[in-house]
């Protein structure tokens, strides 16, 4: 009973770092139809920018706004600027290859000019356990749940309340009524841009402790974020964290139920399963054929 | 000369320029041609799926393991070359068939995410069930073929042999693609919906594009495991069919022989960079993935067709 | 009526998208030889009922019959099979292929079975009726051009040219005339009439273009609002004030 608990927390905590990543890669896709196969690059190099700025001997927080800030230049004004801008008019199969292009591109620089090492980038949250009841949960697990916690809920509400969400999700719906309602489209959709980029230095800042930094963390973390996504239903913000949360609950089962060898093909079962039985995602809502 | 025939005329002096030059290369760039036509095989198939036929297929890699695996085994178990081939080829078609059929039958570009899946799910069996693939160890050992006699063990018999392979299967999909089928698939390809409405099976014709390009995958797997002679499972990781697939489309996917020019970037420079002495060379091949990242974001925005598709404006240009 | 049976049965179609009822209770027949004009203005319904028959939605309510079969809510390549053909209200024509294969590539599925079609010669035994046709639509100069480098009007001269090369027994037209210009709509009008002559078909033409309909349709139904106004000549059609009124009035 104790180790079920304690994998069903650590799992949902996993799990709520795929569901940020996913959050961005859903957000990006409803709002400006890109498909970012640098998904998982984009966790991976704030995780080498925190791990630079900890070199130079900045506190944690520091150095984590920091590498918010970078990361909502490069990953957020600047990919859209340089990449997507460019290639979104000739439709979403030249810039998934071109973002396939960016990760090789990403990983690579950081193994040719950085480190092919894996390095540990320190917890923001203290070590050791909290024990009720014989049931330990580590501080990390509720750290990193009451983080992702506190970013979605913080995100939908933004996204729910305020004007500029508002707006937002009016740009992700549709394109066109939003533009003839006169929001300002491509400021929002650069919103989105921006806010996937910070999504991913949190996701970075919660995976990398446990996780490691290496080039090529991000092979995974975008599997993942990516089949979250679809799990839980592509055009639901909502479907991307119970993709996420269930991906990573099922995959610290699996791994301790029936073999740790085979916790990296969970996220593909459920997939199969998901596209079989229920193809629009469990949360997402079927699309009539368009003619 | 004709345009046709002046192109098959090139094509044969290439081929026995190759035939014939092999013999004054040292042994290891032989291996390495070998080993360029080898995944040749498998993006020849790539581009019928992804380039004449429009599906995104990310499982190639897959596809060439299943083959390698079926080969490694089968091959040190005693069953011929010839017929391990049409086993593993068929192998493929049909899981191919088994893995598209549910993927298309719910949206056509669920093919690109269950084929991803699906190469991380193969990687994970090659790695963790020890008892039939050997796990990290792989196999070891794999023999080379002998055909009615004659020995294909040495490396410039077995270039020739993959050489006349190769060959023999870039024919055959040529007929294909000139047949009603390759029309068929060019027409889902350019416009699915129209095709339906043709009386085009869009579904049946998909479903055997992306199963013939798996086929030719894992004909290509058999080739290379007989070629390296050791296999384990992380040349099928599914970074690789990545890199297939970009070989496709920045050779210029759609084009015949636009898989010539990507498997040559992404294999025989990568390979010949490394085994180079040379200072300058050697900073290359170390930063040669990030140059080839930037290549493929650069290419996409400036000349989408590919590097083949170059010839066609040049010669557009000189005519214009 | 006649003792004709008819080739389309269309009976009191609907179709609503919650409360807007896009199609309110069409019912209308074609004989087999007929070509049958389809006319309203935007908005009311016609590419909806088109759409309803051809499979690609499904109607709310209602049925469509083909020579006495019930056809309501196949799929597009069921009806293909059938011998029902249509062309789209955009262009939709294979731009990779040459004008030669986009004609072969229209008729290929409708003759052998698949694997015989693997080993057929590579024009499938139409190279023929595709020169045939490549002469009537006045295509040869462009005829092994890809379609996608053609004009505007050579594209369109392909698409419907496509909708015809396998015979089918009835084709459904949606604004065969928008974005051509006017030289080429005579031409087009003169195709459509010599193809209904030669091949016997049974056409459906949606237009905007009120002269086209006029000079190409013996029989006309005018739709607004969902619902048939009025049917029957077109000269007749024409002058009812109500759909006089619905053109004008707004």
């Known amino acids: 009973m104790g180790d079920l608990v304690q994998l069903l927390v650590s799992g949902t905590a996993t799990g709520a770092i795929y569901a940020l990543a996913a959050l961005g890669f859903t957000l990006l896709w409803q709002a400006a139809g890109v498909i970012n196969f640098a998904q998982g690059e984009f966790v991976m190099l704030p995780a080498f920018a925190m791990l630079a700025g900890l070199a130079f001997g900045l506190p944690v927080w520091l150095a984590f706004l920091i590498a918010c800030v970078l990361a909502a230049i490069v ?76 970013i979605v809920i913080g995100l939908q509400a933004f996204l729910n309340r305020t004007v500029t969400g508002r707006a937002m999700q009016a740009v992700a719906q549709n394109t066109e009524s939003a533009r003839v309602l006169g929001i300002d489209v491509r400021r929002m959709v650069l919103y989105v841009f921006l806010i996937n980029a910070v999504l991913a230095v949190v996701a970075a ?13 991000g092979d995974s973390i975008g599997l993942k974020a990516f089949f979250a996504a679809i799990i839980g239903g592509f055009n639901q913000t909502r479907g991307a964290l119970l993709g996420g949360v269930l991906i990573g609950v099922l995959e610290n ?38 003619v | 000369m004709s345009a046709p025939a002046r192109r098959a005329a090139m094509l044969v002096a290439i081929v026995a320029a190759l035939a ?56 040190k178990a005693g069953v011929p070359f010839l017929a391990v081939m049409p086993i593993a080829a068929v192998a493929c078609f049909v899981i191919g068939l088994a893995l598209g059929f549910p993927a298309l039958r719910v949206q056509h570009h669920y093919l690109a995410f269950a084929t991803l899946g699906f190469n991380v799910l193969v990687y994970l069996i090659l790695r963790n069930e020890e008892q039939v693939t050997g796990g990290t160890y792989g196999i070891s050992a794999i023999p080379r073929p002998t055909i009615l006699g004659v020995s294909f063990e040495g490396h410039l018999a077995y270039f020739h042999f993959t050489l006349a392979s190769l060959v023999a299967l870039g024919a055959l999909l040529w007929w294909l693609l000139r047949s009603p089928w390759g029309r068929a698939f060019a027409a889902l390809r350019d416009n699915p919906i129209r095709a339906e409405s043709l009386g085009v099976n869009i579904t049946a014709y998909t479903l055997l594009a992306f199963a013939i390009g798996a086929a030719c995958a894992g ?5 290379y495991a007989s070629l390296v002679e050791f296999i384990e499972p992380g040349p099928f990781h599914f970074s690789t069919s990545l890199m297939m697939l970009l070989a496709v489309i920045i050779g210029g996917s759609g084009r015949f022989y636009g898989p010539v ?60 | 009526m006649t003792a004709t049976p008819s080739l389309l049965d269309v009976k009191d179609i609907r179709k609503a998208y919650g409360a807007i009822r896009a199609v309110d209770g069409v019912s209308f027949s074609v004989r087999p030889g007929e070509i049958v004009g389809v006319i309203g203005p935007n908005g009311s319904g016609k590419t909806t009922l088109f759409n309803s028959i051809l499979g690609q939605i499904r109607p709310t309510s209602g049925s469509v019959e083909f020579s006495g079969e019930d056809i309501t809510g196949m799929s597009p390549l069921e009806l293909a099979r059938r011998g029902i053909g249509r062309t789209f209200q955009t262009l939709q024509v294979f731009g990779g292929l040459s004008v030669r294969d986009n004609l072969i590539a229209a008729a290929q599925e409708f003759s052998g079975t698949m694997p015989g079609r693997l080993f057929a010669k590579p024009d499938a035994g139409l190279g023929q009726r595709a020169d045939e046709m490549i002469e009537l639509f006045r295509l040869k100069h462009v005829a092994h051009l890809p379609a996608g480098s053609l004009s505007y009007g050579q594209q369109k001269l392909i698409d419907i040219a496509m909708a015809f090369m396998a015979a089918p027994r009835l084709v459904l037209l949606d604004e065969p005339c928008a974005g ?20 016997g078909g049974s056409f459906v033409v949606i237009e905007h273009n009120m002269g086209f309909i006029m000079r190409l349709c013996p029989h006309v139904i005018c739709m607004v609002e969902g619902k048939v106004l009025a049917e029957g000549k077109p000269a007749a059609v024409q002058s009812n004030p109500a759909v006089l009124e619905a053109y004008l009035g707004n």
Not at chain 1, 264 to 281: D, K, N, T, W
Not at chain 2, 42 to 68: K, R
């Open chain 1, 205 to 217: 800042l919660l995976i990398a402790p446990t996780y490691l930094a290496k080039f090529d963390m």
């Open chain 2, 219 to 223: 004909v290509g797997g058999v080739y």
């Open chain 1, 75 to 150: 990953l957020g004004a600047g990919f859209k600027q340089v990449v997507v801008d460019p290639l979104i008019r000739h439709g979403v199969i030249p810039l998934v290859i071109a973002t396939l292009g960016l990760a090789i591109a990403v990983k690579s620089t950081v193994r040719a000019g950085f480190s092919a090492e894996a390095h540990p980038l320190p917890s923001p949250f203290p070590t050791g356990q909290l024990s009720i009841a014989g049931i330990n949960v580590s501080y990390a697990d509720i750290g990193t749940l009451a983080l992702a916690g506190a």
């Open chain 1, 253 to 290: 089962l699996v791994g301790f139920y029936i073999s740790p060898a085979y916790k990296e093909g969970v996220a593909l079962v459920l997939f199969l399963g998901v596209i079989l039985l229920r193809p629009e995602g469990l949360l997402g809502k079927a699309e009539e054929r368009k």
């Open chain 2, 20 to 75: 014939i030059g092999a013999a004054f290369l040292k042994r290891s760039d032989v291996y390495l041609l070998t080993l360029t036509m080898v995944y040749l095989m498998a993006t020849f198939g790539l581009n019928l799926t992804v380039g004449y036929a429009g599906q995104m297929s990310l499982g190639q890699a897959a596809f060439f393991g299943i083959g390698a695996y079926v080969a490694a085994i089968a091959l």
């Open chain 2, 261 to 320: 020019v990507g498997t040559i970037i992404i294999i025989l420079l990568p390979e010949l960079l490394r085994g180079s002495s040379h200072e300058a060379l050697k900073f290359m091949q170390k930063w040669y993935l990030v140059f080839f990242g930037l290549a493929v974001v650069a290419l996409m925005v400036w000349l989408p067709g590919g590097i083949v598709s170059l010839a066609d404006r040049f010669r557009r240009r000189s005519t214009s």
């Open chain 3, 180 to 199: 051509v210009n006017p030289g080429l709509v005579d031409q087009l009008r003169e195709l459509l009439v010599q193809l209904n002559r030669t091949q």
